[in-house]
């Protein structure tokens, strides 16, 4: 392999890399149903049995006169120790009272937004890092054994905070605090240290503390920074796998019921064919047999130009209609869009048209049957090129949308629609075109209402139009289509 093939691999490894460790947020449900099992259902019994335990330690034990240092032969007078000591008690206190508040919160979390909820929470965790931060000052700095707990607070915030920003940053934040606590122990070994006389140090037994930048602190160090990168790792991992398997059971569910609507929509266009036809054949013997009367002749030319109507609806139907054909695929959205942009302005037909995209990049994929999707562009694009009678210019965007939505948007600077217009533009029949059907647009909102998006018109006289499509990137079949 040469150097310059090996560059150019090494380079798109490391563009496609925040793609591959991209974690997109959870459905809402799942981000109120994370925040309810992490922190009301584990997280609130849990700190109000360590609440209890450290109220009894700080106020009914003696447990400060045995980790706070005391003066050597009475010399010293209030060791540092000590003088950090008296302010836990108040700050306990207050951080009870939070933790009190932040209780009732998530108690009564159905009645709070999201948004409100994943702030409150993110609060929480970082005022928590920062109160065992202060009890790791006063337990040995950076041998205390609350250092384990600062792993837990970084699998604890994994789990209640999955925005991958917060997240990254809340858990450096953990790491930050318990470095932060361990140099402020160290301060206060030294100054310990250095408010000795050189005799007491001796006789008390004091070594010059060694420097903080040991090889113990720094392996701590690196596992919870090991531990922060870990996690969000093993949450892509997991979010990935369990989208593969809700695209793959979505693959079976929508290919299954496509294929069932479309046997049954299938059936009934062939039934209606059938009489229709018997109907024409009949209205034309009837035609050529009786040659006088004008008005009879006349009602049957009638009856053969409504059954050729019929017929020819009845035929877009079939294709309104044929859902069975063709398999569920994962589709680029901006392959299908330029598909459809190739077919509708094929380079032959040398129309006026410009044509302009603005894609964003890496749209989420979207499961469906190419046809249908086909045919939403085809028909949105085939009238935009008619009301501008092959002339003008077209917009076309797709970009990310709520709820991993993918909005398109395609727009025109035709004559524009009427009110009274848009208001029936997408009703099966109905049509402003001579030779037109009414099912082309009928036939976009059905296509797009299927797999549960929208669409929506946006026009004014003299101003163009503009259509704006609507797709889950996810979603369950819409078993009511």
């Given at each position: ?167 990254i940053m809340l858990n450096i934040g953990v790491s930050f605090s318990y470095l932060l606590a361990g140099m402020i122990g160290f301060a206060l070994q030294e100054w ?169 990049p890496a749209l989420p994929p979207i499961l469906a049957q190419r046809g249908h999707l086909s045919e939403v562009f085809v028909n949105l694009l085939q009238n935009a ?97």
């Amino acid at each position: 392999m040469s150097e310059k093939r090996f560059n150019l691999m090494q380079w798109q490894f490391f563009k496609k890399l925040p793609q591959l460790l991209d974690l997109r947020m959870p459905e809402p449900e799942r981000q109120f149903a994370r925040i309810r099992l992490m922190e009301r259902n584990i997280g609130l019994p849990v700190k109000a049995a360590i609440l209890i335990v450290l109220f009894y330690y700080f106020f009914f034990s003696n447990w400060f006169d045995v980790v706070a240092p005391k003066p050597v032969n009475g010399m010293f007078g209030v060791s540092p120790h000590e003088r950090v000591l008296q302010y836990i008690p108040p700050f306990f206190l207050v951080y009870v009272i939070i933790n009190g508040a932040v209780a009732v919160l998530l108690l009564g979390m159905r009645h709070f937004s999201l948004l409100t909820m994943q702030r409150i929470v993110f609060v929480n965790c970082l005022i928590d890092a920062v109160f065992f931060a202060a009890l790791t000052v006063i337990t040995e700095g950076f041998d205390s054994f609350l250092y384990w707990v600062f792993l837990a607070l970084i699998v604890r915030n994994t789990i209640s905070i999955p925005s991958a920003f917060r997240q990254i940053m809340l858990n450096i934040g953990v790491s930050f605090s318990y470095l932060l606590a361990g140099m402020i122990g160290f301060a206060l070994q030294e100054w310990q240290y250095n408010a000795s006389s050189p005799i007491i140090r001796t006789d008390a037994g004091f070594e010059p503390a060694m420097s903080p930048f040991n090889e113990p602190f720094l392996l701590r160090l690196s596992l919870l920074l090991l531990m922060s990168i870990c996690c969000y790792g093993v949450q892509v991992l997991m979010e990935k796998q369990r989208r593969a398997e809700e695209e793959a059971r979505e693959f079976a569910l929508r290919q299954e019921q496509l294929q069932a609507t479309g046997r049954l929509a299938a059936e009934i266009a062939h039934q209606l064919k059938n009489p229709l036809g018997i109907i024409n054949n009949a209205a034309f013997s009837l035609q050529k047999t009786v040659k006088e009367g004008k008005t009879i002749t006349q009602q049957i030319k009638i009856i053969r130009e409504e059954v050729e109507r019929s017929d020819r609806i009845i035929t877009e139907l079939m294709g309104y209609a044929r859902l069975s054909e063709g398999q569920v695929e994962k589709l680029d959205i901006t392959d299908e869009l330029n598909r459809a942009i190739d077919q509708v302005f094929p380079p032959g037909a040398k129309y006026e048209v410009v044509v302009t995209t603005d894609y964003e990049p890496a749209l989420p994929p979207i499961l469906a049957q190419r046809g249908h999707l086909s045919e939403v562009f085809v028909n949105l694009l085939q009238n935009a090129r008619e009301a501008m009678q092959g002339r003008g210019e077209i917009r076309i965007s797709a970009k990310y949308g709520e709820n991993y939505s993918i909005v398109v948007t395609i727009t025109d600077n035709g004559p524009g629609m009427a009110p009274e217009k848009i208001a029936k533009i997408f009703e099966a029949y109905y049509t402003t075109k001579e030779k037109g059907t009414g099912l082309g647009l009928a036939i976009v909102k059905h296509n797009t209402e299927l797999y549960n998006g929208t669409v929506e018109v946006q026009s004014q006289i003299g101003k163009g139009a503009s259509f704006i499509v609507r797709l889950p990137a996810k979603t369950v079949f819409n078993l009511r289509k």
